[in-house]
């Protein structure tokens, strides 16, 4: 008998089970791949995270130092000496922070190359020439020994956090920077490191240099044939008009008397009813019934964009229900992520002339001490003093000189190596005038310049013509003027504002905060308010600096800088408060000329009517400052309003839009319809008269648009609403023309439905890392950017969330932070900021501030020691090793 089984083949299982058990196991591969990546991601991640528990003991600390973070991971920093101090400062920052420091100072040394290759050579290159690490290290060789001893402490902190971790274990950057630099290492940290952000930040607020160089574009480049005005000087002064003094306030109407800087003797407070009431009262504002390397560098390090400036004002007890001073600031910085401020608290176990700090407010990462805050008795804000501290001159160059009061005299010059990651070396020649560093040839805009100088050089002096002497040989440059390119000394003044215990001490250090200039602020537990212009502003001899200069004739130098003490400073006003929002400080019968380039003062109005308004019916708390630092109103809305009321639209929904305005409350609020409507409508009207012409105008700079429009809407016969490029005769065609096509381009973004408008999400934010963030590459941009967040205000608002014409709505400059600090409880003081305390992506703390930022949410801070215990979720102990 055959066994039948012995040849019978084993049957297959049908087609689609094994179709089935395929999938089953290749989707189980891709499963086991993707916990496994999933764990070497989260690994990788976490592995960054700082340890804020426990004890570390490190090389170079004399004593214990304790590191108490609350639930937003805020750090209250205990130590012995100031040299523990600002050494556990350097370890926390390094430990929250590390690789933003290491790219800040890469960008302010002008080696952002050796990070990511051939691509940055050009940005590194103008950063060189400026010179911005030159100077910092010209600014710590002067230092005297204390204030070095601060930053040398700090930088041994910082490596000794670096001593003890490297690569991803730094952070997660490193991971991903190591695809593509595999041989980068973080070098150790020095003091110029810290010094140089200085620098950055005075570039951030550099004030009119890009008005500057509009002005000069455009005087060069009119056509009498265009449809422009002919009459260049006409033109300018019609697109960048004086600052309207007749409605907008001064921060300082009245200079008070003080002793010189120093003396210690008591200043005067302004006596009640002065003349400060009525000059205050005189001059706020009647609100109507109605890509090159420059844009490079400050895409590294900030720019002067829509929205940079700052709110500040003080508010005396005598206005308050506490009976004693409340200070408010929210500087308005280029948006970052991580935020450009790092809150801490930093405190000597004993407070005396050993060791006098005790103190918590913002600062840098990079930078020891606190920047802006409080210390125990007087507390302090910034913001942009917007005078005028840059001038462009142009040179005429023949070979390797310039012509200089009728003789030829040598360029400076020296040659500095670019190192480029994955490429060779670039040699750099930087060339130097007495005025400054040649910065033609490194930027379009610059090198447009010197290739045509135009009508317009000289302008605000007398004009001076090119030597006749030179012949036909030689060539026309540019180069800068710009008072943070000498070594000066706000990098000592920030200790010295934060141990001051009076006006006389906060003026001291005052006049040692030279550059970035900046408007201060001062409250005290005394009672007394104050306001201090410090800065080392130019005196010019013939010209203005309103356009650029000839650097041929020495009668447009520089010929000093004014006097701290003839400098504007108020004490203890009249009308019980100062406000400052980078409006002009005072009126043009000053002595000195300090800036034709201020900030049109409608911020700065609108807090100084809602302080007067709120105070009239109640005495102001914190409440009332909070509220007023989100106040939306837009300047122009309801004169946009008003204008649109006699003019004929075509289209149902346009109609519909516009009736919108008729009921809106002028609000940027975020879930409105009509800030939506009337924000897109600005900006096609703004374009429509400006940008769209055969000889395009500016249309950067909203305050600066409001004021000129507001006028254009007063003058319906003004040219500039005819517009032959698009077919545009007239203000009622201007309008309707700019209203539909709001209309067509808010339907194309939200919808025609105007239920579902709503300002908030056009004029999202999206926070962006400054480095992978914009890297081109999704899954990397993934990781370290978020958002969209919706969010209110809008430009030249006291609420100043910054958006730019022609580039869509998304905020891009921001209030970095806010804060309300109250002097007669500073455990109730107030604080937010753009993201949270944390640069490590996925971090807890990597953004949990930004919603309540969008908000509009502040929170207490503890700074008492009892409420600083109390409020600690962790406590990490740093001791000496061995």
Not at 307 to 323: A, D, F
Request: proline fraction near 5%; charge should be negative.
């Amino acid at each position: 008998m055959t066994d039948s089984t012995a040849n019978v083949t084993p049957s297959r299982p049908p087609l689609r089970v094994r179709i089935g058990r395929i999938a089953f196991l290749f989707v189980a591969a891709l499963v086991v791949v993707a916990v496994a990546a999933a764990f070497f991601v989260t690994w990788t991640i976490q592995r960054s995270f700082p340890q804020t528990d426990g004890e570390i003991a490190v090389e170079g600390l004399t004593s214990t130092v304790t590191v108490q973070r609350d639930d937003r991971g805020i750090p209250t920093i205990t130590a012995d000496s100031t040299d523990d101090l600002f050494y556990a400062e350097g370890f926390v920052h390094a430990q929250d922070r590390f690789f933003e420091m290491d790219f800040r100072r890469h960008v302010t040394s002008g080696r952002v190359a050796e990070l990511f290759g051939e691509s940055q050579a050009a940005t590194d290159a103008f950063l060189r020439t400026l010179g911005w690490r030159t100077v910092a290290e010209a600014e710590v060789a002067a230092m005297d020994e204390k204030t070095l001893g601060y930053y040398e402490a700090y930088a041994d902190g910082v490596n000794a956090y670096l001593a003890s971790r490297s690569g991803a274990e730094l952070s997660l950057e490193y991971a991903v920077l190591g695809l593509q630099n595999p041989d980068y290492e973080p070098e150790p940290w020095e003091p110029a490191d810290s010094v140089a952000w200085l620098k950055a930040m005075a570039w951030d607020l550099r004030g009119n240099i890009g008005d500057e160089v509009d002005r000069a574009l455009l005087a060069s480049e009119i056509d009498p044939e265009s449809d422009a005005p002919a009459d260049t000087t006409a033109l300018l002064e019609k697109l960048y008009p004086a600052y309207p003094f007749d409605e907008n306030p001064v921060i300082v109407p009245k200079i008070s008397t003080v002793p010189p800087v120093g003396t210690g003797a008591e200043a005067v407070s302004a006596p009640s009813g002065s003349d400060d009431d009525v000059q205050q009262a005189s001059t706020r504002v009647e609100w109507h019934e109605a890509t090159d390397v420059i844009e490079a560098a400050s895409i590294l390090v900030g720019d002067v964009g829509e929205g940079i400036g700052s709110n500040s004002w003080v508010v005396s007890g005598n206005l308050t229900e506490s009976g004693l001073p409340l200070l408010a600031n929210d500087p308005h910085l280029g948006a970052a992520l991580p935020s450009v401020w790092y809150q801490v608290q930093l405190k000597c176990s004993t407070v005396d002339e050993s060791c006098p700090f005790d103190m918590g407010g913002f600062s840098f990462s990079g930078l020891p001490g606190i920047v802006i805050g409080h210390n125990q008795t007087i507390a302090w804000g910034f913001t942009n003093l917007t005078t005028d501290v840059t001038d462009l001159y142009i040179e005429k160059i023949e070979g390797d000189q310039y012509w200089r009061d009728g003789a030829l005299v040598p360029l400076e010059e020296k040659t500095e190596t670019i190192s480029v990651a994955g490429g060779d070396d670039i040699e750099l020649s930087i060339r130097s005038t007495v005025h400054g560093p040649i910065i033609s040839g490194l930027s379009d805009d610059f090198t447009e310049i010197a290739a045509d100088p135009g009508p317009g050089l000289g302008a605000g002096g007398s004009t001076s013509s090119a030597p006749a002497t030179e012949g036909s040989e030689g060539e026309y440059a540019v180069s800068l003027r710009w008072t943070a390119l000498d070594p000066g000394t706000a990098a000592s003044a920030v200790f010295d504002l934060s141990t001051a215990q009076n006006f006389d001490e906060f003026r001291v250090a005052a006049s040692g905060f030279d550059v970035p200039a900046q408007n201060l602020i001062y409250a005290d537990t005394d009672g007394n308010i104050g306001y201090q212009a410090p800065g080392r502003l130019p005196i010019r001899g013939a010209g203005d600096g309103w356009m650029p200069q000839p650097g041929w004739d020495s009668s447009y130098d520089w010929t000093g800088y004014i006097p701290f003490d003839e400098l504007p400073v108020s004490y203890n006003p009249a009308s019980g408060y100062i406000v400052t929002a980078n409006n002009a400080i005072v009126t043009d019968d000053y002595d000195y000329f300090l800036s034709r380039d201020w900030d049109y003062g409608y911020r700065a109005g609108r807090i100084a009517e809602l302080i007067d308004r709120r105070s009239s019916v109640a005495a102001l708390t914190a409440d009332d400052m909070r509220a007023i630092q989100m106040d939306a109103e837009m300047p122009i809305g309801a004169q946009l309003a008003t204008a649109l009321d006699d003019v004929e639209v075509s289209g149902a929904g346009t109609k519909d839009a516009v009736e919108l305005l008729r009921t809106w409350d002028t609000q940027n609020s975020a879930s409105s319809a009509a800030a939506a409507y009337a924000n897109v409508l600005w900006s096609n009207l703004v374009r429509n008269i400006f940008a769209e012409r055969e000889q395009p105008l500016p249309v950067t700079n909203q305050g600066r648009l409001f004021t000129v429009v507001s006028a254009l809407l007063d003058d319906p016969s003004d040219p500039l609403w005819t517009n032959e490029s698009i077919d545009v005769d007239g203000i009622d065609e201007m309008l309707a023309l700019s209203a539909e096509e709001a209309y067509d381009e808010l339907s194309a973004l939200q919808g025609t439905d105007q239920r579902h408008w709503n300002w908030g999400d056009l004029h999202a934010i999206t926070l962006t890392s400054d480095t992978f963030g914009s890297s081109g590459i999704a899954p990397i941009e993934m990781l370290f950017n978020r958002g969209p967040f919706p969010v209110s205000g809008g430009s030249s608002v006291v609420n100043a969330t910054g958006w730019s014409i022609g580039d869509g709505y998304a905020t891009t400059t921001v209030p970095s932070m806010r804060m309300v600090i109250d002097l007669a409880d500073f455990d109730a003081s107030t604080w937010n900021h753009l993201t949270g305390a944390s640069g490590h992506a996925f971090h807890e703390h990597y953004i949990d501030q930004t919603n309540d930022w969008a908000a509009g949410i502040q929170k207490p801070w503890a700074f008492s020691t009892k409420a600083v215990a109390a409020a600690a979720v962790s406590t990490l102990v740093l001791t000496p090793k061995g």
